[in-house]
């Protein structure tokens, strides 16, 4: 493996490590803010989704071009 590779790869485990903590803590406040856990999973998902998506696209792939 190149070093690139192992760069790319790493970066996307940070990534997604991120989208982990988003979830789960988003899910987390707001269930103990009183929101219904379906809804707050409704809304968590989603966002983690987004901010790997975002993070993925601009850190480890945004030198592909």
Do not use: H, K
Not at 16 to 29: K, T, W
Not at 32 to 56: H, K, Q, W
């Amino acid at each position: 493996m190149s070093a690139a590779l192992v760069s790319q790869v790493m970066r996307f485990g940070c990534t997604g490590a991120v989208g982990f903590l988003v979830d789960g803590g988003l899910l987390f406040l707001l269930i103990e803010n009183g929101a219904d856990a379906y809804l707050a999973r409704l809304i968590s998902f989603p966002m983690a989704v987004v901010c790997t998506f975002a993070m993925n696209r601009a850190w480890t792939f945004g030198q592909r071009g």
